[in-house]
């Protein structure tokens, strides 16, 4: 699978060595959106790398040395480290080859930026408040924030006229995006497809390979959620 799939190492793990000479690793959880996002622009790409994955609730030490935050996603390849989703997928489209992503004019920039940033309070109430929360009045306040980043959002990809927020084809904002909403369509109970401009253009990031080499299913998105809020370390092994 394009999250990986090899098990998630634990605070009792040996610190794997570092990658051979040119190999770019991936410090990553299957299911985290921000490794989703860099996973999702070396797949369209077309970047080869290697996958360790993290066990977020049994964090191993050796891994704060690499991020004293001790989150993923973290890029490191010939002595090189570096960590947070939008820098390492920044960096990762400038220095390798490929198709370049991120968005060159200006001012096109200045509103994908904008409408990111927007975007980052519709996802921590719509994602992780309603996930995480076992609380109906956070629950209910939650889904009516999302509803409102939706409509913002069908708003801007309408105004935008092209397919994709980045053009023709999907850039490096359309994959800053998707993993969200990938999840908030899983998770909430409003759904992308009652806003018709958001079904369009979610049905058309569906097509892309680099998003289909690395979906996951609606039902273990859900599964997941269940599971890490019960406080389960063995939530991040399930699936392919
Ligand atoms: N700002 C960071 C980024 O964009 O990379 C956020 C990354 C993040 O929060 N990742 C979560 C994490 O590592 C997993 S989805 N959580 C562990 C923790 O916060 O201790």
């Avoid at 004293?68 to 390849?77: D, H, Q, Y």
Wanted: aromatic share 10%; with cysteine.
């Amino acid at each position: 699978h394009g999250m990986g799939n090899s098990v998630h190492l634990r605070e009792d793990s040996v610190e794997p060595s570092p990658p051979a000479k040119g190999v770019l690793r991936v410090y990553g959880m299957k299911f985290c959106p921000y490794v989703h996002r860099l996973k999702l622009v070396l797949a369209a790409k077309g970047v080869k790398h290697e996958t360790v994955n993290i066990n977020l609730k049994s964090k191993p030490k050796w891994y704060f040395a690499k991020n004293p935050a001790g989150k993923v996603p973290t890029i490191e390849c010939d002595g090189i480290v570096i960590y947070e989703s939008d820098i390492t997928s920044e960096y990762a489209d400038a220095v390798y080859p490929g198709r370049k992503l991120a968005t060159t004019e200006p001012l096109k920039l200045a509103k994908e930026k904008m409408l990111l940033s927007h975007w980052a309070q519709t996802v921590s109430n719509g994602f992780y408040r309603y996930g995480y929360s076992k609380d109906d009045e956070v629950k209910a306040t939650a889904v009516e924030v999302a509803k409102t980043g939706f409509v913002k959002l069908a708003a801007y990809l309408e105004s935008n006229g092209s397919t994709f927020i980045c053009g023709s084809q999907p850039g490096l904002t359309d994959y800053m995006l998707y993993p969200h909403l990938e999840r908030m369509n899983a998770i909430l109970p409003v759904k992308l497809s009652q806003y018709p401009p958001l079904k369009a253009y979610f049905d058309k990031m569906q097509g892309d390979p680099a998003v289909q080499a690395c979906r996951f299913s609606d039902e273990l998105h859900c599964e997941f959620v269940n599971k890490a809020l019960a406080g389960s370390k063995e939530a991040y092994d399930i699936g392919p």
